[in-house]
């Protein structure tokens, strides 16, 4: 047995130290019994856990469902919203690509690569959102000068990602940049909403809420807000009829964001 | 500190729709109600959230808890993986694992996370982790069917060799990465890796536990 399959064990203990972490994961990817035995092993500690049964504070029980009861709770704090944990394994390689120019196409993928390079090396448990940058990127080869502002978003030093998963499901990000003064939402597998509906971005002020740019539904997307981040303390998502709100309907929120 | 002594949750259980049996039934029929209860959350009704979150809150906080040592840090925690559990709860699928697994390892992991981040603020006594750590505290069974399945959990661990528990217990109670467990254990890293899956394999086995 190879010594990075014997890893298996702390990996699933959450024991391995980040860079011991990546190479694991990047061997998990192609290993089928490493896959089976994380399996296993998570049903085996999930049993463990019996040992350690405590009753949490009644309190919590009502703080929990009061959270949940609004549509997008905000966490305690933002750190909280990075990469959900449940990473799925990126789908790197859309099938669908139309041909294009040979060159080009792999001047394209080697910035795709390199980008989710320096994103994972930013943005911590950066897995899906490598995913979702990676294919970000190479879905979008003829937008250039989008790509670029983009490209210089996402490689800021102080670039963060908020991500989540919307209240009708998928999974989105914010990705922010304070120096730049410039966040994007990036949506990944997006719910269609038909067309006379639009996903509709807005910049939160304490309560109030600033209408900002439109999304098409359906597919991956990626969109700048139009505001800067001056005063800003939250952004949303929201779905609109498609010529836009001024201010957003509370029952079609899909996601809050807390910066 | 005794904490059986406690009411049960204010709120109390909510009936089950399946009643627990005895023994691997009365588990997977819970863990097919989970299944249930996740798909309902997933449309947007809490009820059924807050049923998953009887039915699981004591697990997940214990987890939390014994790795974290410090209640106002776990109940952030506790927070945070519960309405992340219900935003994503359209994103579980039983074919990754069992909801309690799905629910739990989000919950170590959180956990973790939170440990390695703010270590400098938490006191973690080792010597605590090294001595206390496999023996259940504070805990409180609701019934002879947990009592048993506690039973068949702590017979599992007490199947393993001394050092593959002590390296298990570090790591998973203890929020320990491998290389602090090396460190405490005075092992090389190697050794501790392996122990950590030879105790998770013996476990497994003794719980007999599928994927």
Sequence with gaps: MSEIHGAVGS???????????????????VCPTCSREVQEFGETVAELSLLASVTPPAELRGSILAAVSQVRPLPPEPLAEL????????????VSQPPVDELALRRQQRRARLLSVLVAAVVAAALAMGGVVYGLVQSRQAQVAQQTAATELLTAPDVRTYSTTMKDGGQISFVVSKSLNRAMFVGKDLPAVGNDKR????????????????????GDRQQFFREGLSGITGLAVSVEDAGGAQQPNPATIQAVTEL | ???????????????????????SRGRETEAAHLVELMALSA??????FAELYDLTSQRVYGIILRVLRSPDHAAEVMQEVYVEVWRQSARYSSTKGSVIAWMTTMAHRRAVDRVRSVSSEVARDERYALHRGDREIDQVWDGVEQRLDVERVRKGMASLTPIQREALTLAYFGGYTQSQVAQLLKLPLGTVKTRIRDGLIGLRDALGVEA
Excluded at chain 2, 43 to 48: C, D, L, P, S
């Design chain 1, 11 to 29: 990996y699933v203990a959450n024991a391995l130290d980040p860079d011991e972490l990546d190479e694991f994961e990047a061997h998990l990817a």
């Design chain 1, 83 to 94: 990469a959900p944990v449940e990473a799925e394994a990126p789908s790197a390689t859309p």
């Design chain 1, 199 to 218: 996903y509709q971005l807005w910049t939160l002020e304490g309560q109030r809420a600033i209408a900002d740019n439109l999304v098409a539904g359906g």
């Design chain 2, 1 to 23: 500190m005794n904490v059986s002594s406690l009411p049960p949750d204010s709120e109390g259980q909510p009936s089950r729709s399946a009643p627990r049996t005895e023994g």
């Design chain 2, 43 to 48: 449309r947007g009704h809490e009820y059924a």
